[in-house]
């Protein structure tokens, strides 16, 4: 009742204050009249009735300021008119407040664009039930998981209730005849749908009994791919389609807004696991506990900890390796990580990635505030008479404070507001990006109402760094010589001013040398030794097992293709390989000597496996460093030959010449191997970072291959040379589905992602900070030589030539800059262990790199000096002390 | 700009309320009546009182009422409300405690 009262009071001041008013108004004068009354009744003249009750009743209009102080409007009544005055005072000065705006506005949209990506990928749970529940099963170093195993691991577990497997892959899907997509998503067990709580828009999940051993051919569809390809269709559930050529039941269409268990693909369909020879024909993994090819993901009970469950895991597998000896490693243990980044396998790289990006930002945000408080110094000082005046009329401190800070909080809500929404533009920009690549990475940024406090978290708090320090100085005034209009003395001493600068250039040598690494790292990545040549490469990729060709005709088709594909205009050379490097998918399978005998699972050696024709080495530009190449004479029936990377042959053979040996790739131990006939540079196979990997070439004639990449080496445009392999492939059979056709120079665009990325993030907040770093410079040399114009002329006058004016006006600022440029030199020494996150094959204590980026900002800071120094000299005497 | 901070704060609410717990009463008159029936020794500074009495009905412990006066002026009365009743019995309370507590100690002697 009594809040109601305070509340209806409160509002009625608010709302009513003209009524408010005149109320007080009235009830002292008629308190005033009373007492005259009764005055003038007790006999006093009219004159003096009124000046006794005037004494009687005190200062008036203090006392209704109190009563106003009571309205518990006060405060907003004082805000406003701080608000108005406020906006007065930078309207006055258009070009500061539009600077100052700017310079926030690109640090908290920089901000605000890094913290939306933090937010989509690594803060965003995954959209399932209770994501805090559910753990990702890495092993050892990696992540993937043999069916066997896994099995093993669900009905054995006791942490779990319920453990479900998935894997990512293509199939070639066709709605009707002559309709065929390639598309991703996931072979997932039968309880996927119920343990991460999906309830399909349409239709139902698939269950346990769809993926029992044999599988029900069903399918749950997107809800992207039921609206591109379905129309959006309210009936599509019950339609049959074909996946590879086998018909498969739509049984439902999955919410909008889940995309997989995997945060950065996009999957668009669903399929029991159990249907794997239908999906991806040819391979058995299901029943080979030697495969590793799949992910495996557990829901924990209520009561279990992360910890126990690694125990109880590693229980199963320690029983595993007992009970298979040869193919499991008793020393390779489980850890559980947080689902939605395929483990670790990318959470780590990506936190990695995620923590340089937030300080690196970060650090433009400060640079931003350092800038703004310089500004907000030298205006401070230039309204010093009118904060002088203030004061001395009787305004309290704090009411000054609070005034001042008013004006810095609409600076910054103002260059939020203008961040948020270059922060938005931004994360369009980046969204709408797509790659040229075959696998549907997810690019979609999207600022939420999360990222949105994140916004409104940063203008705030850099209103109290910039804001506060040139605030409290503004009004530690003294009052005499602000009144008189004296220059303050305070200049000559060191002051926060010097500190700003110092602060600002350091800032900015960091900034500016992680942005030239980044950029070196980049040009490192585009000349980095791939293995093979992308310049006047041309690729196309389809897969012939998917439209239900055998062994026999896909080689026939194969022969045919290259033969054809050699005789077009501009090819010099045409070759076939399984599967390109630098695409995900590549098979990892134990090498092994044929002379020794079989050693133990935990000394084993995995090496990637290619499938190559003849004339793929020529056509992709990988140099055979000895032996011979792959001739159309190896072929079923020849002896089994292979090609291997030196890093293979270094591996297995040390310093022995591999040529002519012998290695198994099974574990049976009376296989008789291959023959290593030759030895090719060792390339990138997975990402551009890696360490040499070990990778073997075998020749399609002996092995067969189910992904067909086609590769030719050509004289002409990319483009051109696309078109006439697209429109070869399909004369041979126009049903196939093509993908990833194009100049292998685009198709680098996923493994150089991250190297580009963080060359264009690193290199605008590099030039940001050289930009912010000028302009503080330049304001504040010209602020000093204003300030000192009537000094300078006063010694130009005297007689002082140039070269000593020049050297007193820019003696302190070089200095300045000399010690912020070793300061942030020496930071990011420091710090530089971070940055390899983001760096390929240049250390972060590359010389060049500090040596460009200190010459780089020397040379900004000398530019940013020169006008204002040239204005120093050219300053006429006569002139000056006459304006005096 | 300061709020009331008089020695008599927290004598002068409880003054005030009893003042007005008889009847509803302006300004003018509660002054009046304070010095009046303490036989003139509670000299109130009669601006200071508005600001407690606005103090008090924005805290919801009185209300105010604007009506005729005796000489058909209109005037701004203040009454108790019920929160405000509950308030002076407490301040009642409070004050007889304190004064008897005083009342004791200086007895003692």
Not at chain 1, 246 to 255: D, K, N, Q, R, W
Not at chain 1, 486 to 507: C, E, K, M, S, Y
Not at chain 2, 83 to 101: F, I, M, T, V, Y
Request: with cysteine; net charge positive; hydrophobic share 45%.
């Amino acid at each position: 009742m009594r809040w109601l009262a305070i509340v209806r009071n409160t509002l009625r001041s608010l709302f009513r204050r003209r009524r408010a008013e005149a109320e007080l108004e009235d009830e002292f004068r008629y308190h005033l009249e009373r007492e005259i009354e009764s005055n003038l009744r007790a006999g006093m003249p009219p004159r003096e009735a009124r000046l006794a009750a005037l004494r009687l009743i005190g200062p008036i209009a203090f006392h209704q300021e109190a009563c106003r102080d009571w309205r518990g409007t006060a405060y907003l009544e004082t805000c406003a008119r701080d608000v108005r005055y406020a906006l007065h005072m930078l309207r006055r000065t258009p070009l500061f407040t539009a600077a100052a705006i700017l310079t926030l506005a690109l640090g908290i949209g920089a901000n605000t664009t890094v913290f939306t990506f933090v937010d989509n990928i690594l803060l965003r749970p995954l959209p399932v039930r209770d994501p805090q529940q559910l753990a990702f099963l890495n092993w050892g170093a990696g992540v993937n998981l043999s069916y066997p195993n896994y099995a093993d691991l669900r009905d054995r577990n006791r942490a779990f209730s319920s453990l479900i497997a998935y894997r990512f892959v293509p199939l070639s899907l066709s709605i009707r005849a002559r309709e065929n997509y390639r598309v991703w998503g996931y072979e997932a067990s039968g309880d996927y749908f119920e343990t991460l709580g999906i309830k399909p828009l349409l239709g139902r999940g698939f269950g346990p009994e769809d993926d029992k051993p044999g599988g029900n051919p069903v399918l749950v569809v997107s809800h992207r791919f039921w609206r591109n390809h379905f129309a959006a269709d309210p009936n599509a559930v019950g339609r049959q389609v074909k996946i590879n050529g086998y018909p498969f039941t739509v049984i439902g269409v999955a919410p909008p807004g889940f995309a997989g268990t995997e945060l950065i693909v996009d999957a668009d369909f669903w399929v029991p696991m159990n249907m794997e020879p239908r999906i991806e024909p040819g391979s058995n993994w299901l029943h080979s506990r030697y495969a590793s090819n799949i992910w495996a993901m557990g829901r924990l009970k209520p009561d279990v900890s992360r910890a126990r469950a690694e125990a109880d895991l590693n229980r199963i597998s320690q029983e595993l390796a007992a009970e298979y000896p040869d193919v499991l490693d008793r020393k390779v243990r489980f850890r559980l990580s947080p689902p939605g980044l395929i483990g670790q396998a990318l959470r780590g790289p990506i936190t990695g990635f995620g923590v340089v990006l937030m300080g690196i930002g970060g650090l433009v945000l400060l640079l931003a505030c350092v800038n703004l408080a310089g500004m907000l110094t030298a205006r401070a000082a230039d309204r010093r008479h009118e904060i002088g005046i203030r004061l001395a009329l009787g305004a309290s401190k704090a009411r000054l404070l609070r005034q001042l800070m008013t004006e810095s909080l609409l600076l910054a809500a103002m260059g939020g507001l203008v961040g948020f929404a270059i922060a938005f533009g931004a994360c369009r920009l980046f969204s709408s990006w797509r790659l040229n690549i075959d696998i549907p990475i997810e690019t979609a940024l999207q600022p939420d109402a999360f990222v949105l406090g994140f916004t409104a978290a940063a203008a705030l708090s850099t209103t109290l760094f910039f804001g506060l320090m040139p605030a409290i100085q503004a009004i530690r005034t003294d009052l005499i010589p602000s009144l008189r209009n004296a220059p303050a003395n305070r200049f000559h001493r060191w002051g926060v001013r010097d500190l700003i600068v110092t602060g600002q250039i350091a800032l900015s040598v960091i900034l500016v040398i992680c942005s030239v690494l980044a950029v070196r790292s980049l040009q490192h990545a585009l000349t980095l030794n791939l293995g093979f040549e992308p310049g006047n490469a041309v690729s196309a990729s389809f897969d012939l097992q998917l439209q239900g060709y055998d062994e026999k005709r896909s080689r026939t088709f194969d022969a045919a293709l290259v033969a054809k594909a050699s005789a077009l205009p501009g090819i010099q050379a045409a070759g076939i390989i399984n599967n390109f490097p630098l695409r995900i998918g590549e098979d990892n399978l134990v090498v092994s000597r044929t002379d020794r005998p079989m050693p133990p699972p935990s000394e084993r050696h995995r090496a990637t496996t290619y499938k190559i024709s003849p004339g793929y080495l020529r056509a992709a530009g990988t140099k055979l460093l000895r032996g011979r190449d792959i001739g159309s004479h190896d072929r079923e029936g020849a002896p089994a030959v292979a090609l291997v990377n030196q890093a293979l042959a270094d591996l297995l053979f040390g310093k022995e010449d591999p040529l002519g040996k012998h290695f198994r790739m099974t574990l049976n131990a009376a296989d008789a191997g291959m023959e290593i006939v030759g030895v090719v540079e060792t390339g990138k196979y997975e990402s551009l970072g890696e360490d040499p990997k070990p990778v073997v070439f075998l020749p399609v004639g002996q092995t067969g291959t189910e992904e067909t990449t086609l590769v030719v080496r050509t004289t002409l445009p990319a483009q051109q040379t696309a078109e006439l392999l697209r429109k070869t492939i399909l004369d041979l059979d126009p049903e196939l589905t093509l993908y990833s056709v194009g100049g292998l120079k685009d198709q680098l665009a996923l493994p150089l992602f991250p190297a580009r990325a963080a060359a264009i993030l690193l290199g605008v907040f590099g030039f940001l900070a050289m930009v912010l770093a000028a302009t503080g410079l330049f304001a504040l040399m010209a602020y000093a030589v204003a300030r000192r114009t009537r000094e300078i002329g006063i010694r130009i006058a005297l007689g002082a030539r140039p070269g000593l004016v020049l050297s007193s006006v820019l003696k302190r600022t070089l200095v300045l800059c000399a010690v912020g440029v070793s300061l942030g030199a020496l930071a990011t020494l420091a710090a530089g262990r971070l940055l390899s996150a983001v760096l390929y094959g240049v250390s972060p204590r590359d010389p060049v790199t500090y040596a460009t980026a200190i010459l780089l900002m020397s040379l900004v800071a000398l530019l940013a000096c020169w006008s204002p120094a040239a204005r120093a000299i050219r300053i006429d005497p006569a002139r000056t002390l006459r304006e005096e | 700009m300061g709020k009331p901070t008089d020695l008599v704060q927290g004598t002068l609410d409880l003054l005030i309320l009893k003042t007005i717990s008889l009847e509803p009463m302006n300004g003018w008159a509660i002054a009046k009546r304070i010095v009046q029936v303490s036989g003139s020794v509670l000299q109130v500074q009669q601006g200071s009182l508005y600001p407690a009495l606005h103090r008090l009905e924005h805290q919801g412990w009185i209300k105010a009422e604007w009506s005729d006066s005796q000489n058909h002026r209109r005037a701004k009365f203040y009454s108790l409300t019920a929160a405000g009743h509950k308030r002076l019995q407490s301040e009642l309370d409070n004050w007889h405690r304190l004064s008897n507590a005083i009342g004791l100690v200086i007895e003692a002697v």
